[in-house]
């Protein structure tokens, strides 16, 4: 996909408080927070939070703004070893709403995930959110 680019949104520190995330079980501690939005044709069609162990290297953290965190991860030979996947329909949240600029209750796919790498004091969790009319993607699992 030649037209399509990741605008960073934020990277902080904090702690995971999205209630949909309980049923992939965060843990309870300040982690390192990307959130970045995934555009094609100049429209956005996806947006992306992911939580990481806040103790990752500044050389990596660097390559987030730019790259899908897992991309960024493996180029520094972090691989992911288990991924565990809860897809599911509901509304956006308030900071999706307005990133879309869509009305409140719009209905998205959502992707919460939870990722074991080969690094064990990195476990990756998020959630990807897309509103139905403009998701169209191909998965692969190696």
Same mark, same amino acid.
């Given at each position: 996909?030649?037209?399509?680019?990741?605008?960073?949104?934020?990277?902080?520190?904090?702690?995971?408080?999205?209630?949909?995330?309980?049923?992939?079980?965060?843990?309870d501690q300040v982690m390192l927070c990307v959130r970045k939005t995934i555009w094609m044709d100049d429209a956005?069609?996806?947006?992306?939070?992911?939580?990481?162990?806040?103790?990752?290297?500044? $050389? &990596?953290?660097?390559? *987030? !703004?730019?790259?899908?965190?897992?991309?960024? +991860?493996? =180029?520094?030979?972090?691989? %992911? @070893?288990?991924?565990?996947?809860?897809?599911?329909?509901?509304?956006?949240?308030? $900071? &999706?709403?307005?990133? *879309? !600029?869509?009305?409140?209750?719009?209905?998205? +796919?959502? =992707?919460?995930?939870?990722? %074991? @790498?080969?690094d064990p004091g990195i476990t990756v969790y998020g959630v990807l959110q897309a509103p139905f009319d403009r998701?169209?993607?191909?998965?692969?699992?190696?």
């Amino acid at each position: 996909m030649d037209d399509t680019s990741i605008r960073s949104v934020s990277v902080t520190r904090e702690k995971i408080s999205d209630p949909t995330l309980s049923t992939i079980a965060p843990p309870d501690q300040v982690m390192l927070c990307v959130r970045k939005t995934i555009w094609m044709d100049d429209a956005p069609i996806m947006h992306d939070t992911t939580y990481l162990s806040p103790d990752i290297g500044n $050389e &990596v953290v660097d390559e *987030f !703004g730019e790259r899908f965190v897992v991309d960024a +991860l493996v =180029r520094h030979s972090i691989h %992911v @070893t288990k991924t565990h996947l809860v897809i599911d329909a509901a509304p956006a949240s308030a $900071e &999706v709403e307005e990133i *879309f !600029g869509i009305p409140n209750g719009y209905p998205m +796919l959502r =992707r919460l995930y939870r990722m %074991v @790498t080969s690094d064990p004091g990195i476990t990756v969790y998020g959630v990807l959110q897309a509103p139905f009319d403009r998701l169209a993607c191909t998965v692969d699992f190696p």
